[in-house]
């Protein structure tokens, strides 16, 4: 199990306890399940009751979204406490998803139970445990036969990057976190999507990947964008 630092956890509970609104779904989770592109062409018409985990869902923004989609949702997050807010947020969506508390290593489902599971700017959160393989087994695990995974994974350009701290080859602590949340939490990095490929391949089969290079008005929002199915 990913055990999550007791003083990140008040601060991940503290940052989505106050939030008074739940925020916008992910600009490329939308793109993603509703656009059309030469390398990416989902089946959005049979979306209806397939079964969809949003891990680490936060407020539950994705999963609004998704729900729309025709998705049956299901989600996890690092406490009971955000399970529970985040139940409350999409309650006024009239929205009732299958919410559990759950680690990157330990998400809390049956195997072999889900077609889509979206990781957004998530599986690479490490914990206290540094092995990033039992993350990519865990992931696999809860999932279908050629079942899609969909992630976001930071490039090291990425804000998050800067000033961290090299804990072991693939793995840095986090030092300058412009929100002062994600401090001292163990990232795992990748130096291109080959390294991406061979983390997965193990597991994932038919690799496609995008690319986000952003600047947000001081925020370097880079990313690879990676969809893989499951052996």
């Given amino acids: 199990m990913t055990i999550m ?63 729309e989609c025709g998705f049956d949702i299901f989600g996890t997050e690092i406490s009971k406490e955000i399970v529970n807010k985040t139940k409350k947020n999409l309650s006024n969506f009239k929205i009732k998803p299958t919410l559990k508390v759950g680690t990157n290593s330990e998400i809390n489902f049956k195997d072999n139970f889900f077609d889509y599971v979206l990781s957004w700017n998530s599986i690479y959160y ?14 696999a695990r809860i999932m279908k036969k050629n079942g899609y ?28 976190d412009p929100l002062k949340i994600r401090n001292g939490q163990v990232l795992r990095y990748f130096k291109n999507t080959s390294e991406i490929k061979t983390a997965f391949s193990k597991k ?25 199915q499951k052996k």
């Avoid at 490490?126 to 992931?139: R, T």
């Avoid at 290079?213 to 969809?227: A, K, P, T």
């Fill in 5 to 67: 630092n007791s003083k990140l956890q008040k601060k991940y509970n503290k940052t989505f306890l106050n939030q008074k609104n739940i925020a916008y779904p992910a600009e490329y989770v939308i793109r993603i399940f509703k656009g059309d592109y030469p390398k990416l062409k989902l089946s959005k018409n049979k979306f209806t009751n397939k079964k969809i985990c949003d891990v680490s869902c936060g407020d539950g923004r994705n999963l609004v979204f998704l729900n």
């Fill in 126 to 139: 490490m914990g206290e445990n540094l092995d990033f393989n039992s993350h990519v087994e865990e992931h």
């Fill in 149 to 176: 995974l969909i992630m976001a994974i930071p490039k090291l350009a990425f804000h998050y990057f800067k000033g961290s701290k090299k804990v072991k080859p693939g793995y840095c602590m986090i030092k300058n």
């Fill in 204 to 228: 994932f089969k038919n690799f496609i990947f995008g690319s986000i290079e952003d600047d947000c008005f001081g925020y370097d929002y880079h990313w690879y964008l990676v969809i893989c």
